[in-house]
């Protein structure tokens, strides 16, 4: 892809062709009464001057007519570029492949030359005319093209360069940091347009912060009736039916677990930096939390990692929790090792996820229709792929060889 400022410069320096390239036609039409001028000055002269081979004392007289009051040293030349007559210093020839009008510079300074029809050569130490007009026209506007060229490429990059810092700016809020703001730089339109970017940037960041703030502190608000509301289960024990004394604690241990997935969801959005890491065995961590549950078959090889172990601990207790709501035993996990990477495949024997669904199950508080009668909050998924990514990993839903799905969780090893 061609970068901005690469294609700023490339309009500019095209329009800058176009315009020399119009200014060479119109001087091919309309430049021809210059590229004349000589032609008319020779002409003139010749007029003025007697025929080639008249004398040389006539020719002599002719020219001191000529030169009267120019104050300059006057020369005329016959064909073969010998001096017939002089007026002051005599000039050096034209010297050969010269034609119309033309000047050179010597030791005497400038010299002047004119063609005369006939093929006899004035020269005059004075401009009397111009010296290859076409020639010198597009050499200037060659020149000019080049200067405007050179010059604009620094105001073009500095211009592009402030919209490559924006651009980064918004990758970074895109990605996830609040704080992003780009350097406000000159008075013009991108300078107005970084202002309105921190505006934005900052609005958006008090609104998530706002936001963050108010579910932490609802869900933390919400661990006190729970725990006033599991005080009276456990005190009316005996006056309550067993059955429905075994639905109430379990409606409880689901909103207990709702504010505790809300809790963590909330805090791995509120905190940017990176985790606490320690070297850990994540096939003894992935074993500890198997024995929780039954018919869990676990299988690998021995991989270390970096990680929070109590972060990874929740990621893979929620991948066995959704195994055992949602899915049939028994339950499948694998870890392995790939070059640099760790991967842990969750697999049961239920019917599966439809691929249609595999990344709304990582939405927060999705569940699907036929799902939504087996419990769980909609939240453990999602705090799955949160938690993969905040150690640098990724979490997906993928589908095996027997056509069976399975979540797949990658980890930096």
């Not at 020719?59 to 009051?69: D, I, W, Y």
């Not at 000047?103 to 004035?122: C, E």
Request: aromatic content about 6%; proline content about 5%; charged content about 25%.
């Amino acid at each position: 892809m061609l970068r901005l400022y690469l294609r700023f410069y490339v309009a500019l320096v095209a329009s800058l062709f176009l315009f020399v390239l119009a200014i060479v036609m119109l001087w091919h039409f309309t430049g021809d009464s210059v590229e004349q001028a000589g032609n008319t000055l020779g002409r003139l002269v010749q007029n003025v001057l007697p025929p080639a081979d008249s004398p040389s004392a006539e020719q002599q007289q002719a020219l001191r007519r000529l030169a009267t009051g120019l104050n300059a040293d006057v020369t005329l030349f016959d064909r073969d570029q010998s001096p017939v007559a002089a007026v002051g210093s005599p000039l050096p020839p034209p010297g050969g492949g010269r034609h119309g009008m033309t000047m050179i510079r010597s030791s005497r300074g400038p010299i002047s030359y004119v063609h005369l029809a006939d093929g006899r050569w004035l020269a005059a130490s004075v401009p009397i005319g111009y010296g290859h007009p076409r020639f010198i026209f597009h050499v200037m506007l060659v020149l000019l093209a080049l200067t405007i060229g050179v010059a604009a490429f620094p105001i073009v990059r500095q211009i592009t360069r402030r919209l490559e810092r924006l651009q980064r700016g918004v990758e970074s809020l895109g990605a996830g940091d609040l704080t992003a703001r780009v350097a406000v730089e000159g008075r013009d339109e991108v300078a107005r347009l970084a202002e309105s970017f921190n505006r934005a940037a900052g609005h958006i960041e008090r609104l998530v912060q706002g936001h963050k703030t108010l579910l932490a502190n609802a869900s933390h608000e919400l661990r006190t009736p729970l725990a006033r509301i599991r005080l009276a289960v456990e005190l009316i024990k005996d006056s309550v039916d067993a059955k429905r004394k075994l639905g109430l604690e379990q409606d409880i241990a689901e909103l207990d677990w709702l504010v505790d997935e809300i809790l963590l969801a909330s805090r791995l959005d509120t905190v940017t930096e990176t985790v606490a890491t320690e070297e850990l065995d994540l096939l003894a961590l992935a074993a500890e939390e198997c024995a929780r549950y039954d018919d869990v078959q676990l299988e690998g090889a021995v991989v270390s990692i970096n990680g929070d172990a109590r972060l990874l601990r929740r990621l893979l207790r929620n991948l066995l929790e959704n195994a055992r709501r949602h899915g049939a035993p028994p339950t499948q996990v694998r870890i392995a090792r790939d070059a640099a990477t760790a991967t842990i495949t969750v697999s049961d024997h239920g019917f599966g996820i439809p691929q249609s669904e595999f990344e709304n199950v990582f939405r927060p508080f999705y569940r699907p229709k036929d799902a939504r009668d087996r419990g769980g909050t909609g939240l453990g998924l999602s705090l799955v792929r949160q938690i993969a990514r905040r150690h640098g990993g990724d979490a997906r839903c993928s589908v095996m060889e027997d056509g069976r799905s399975c979540f797949i969780v990658t980890l930096p090893a």
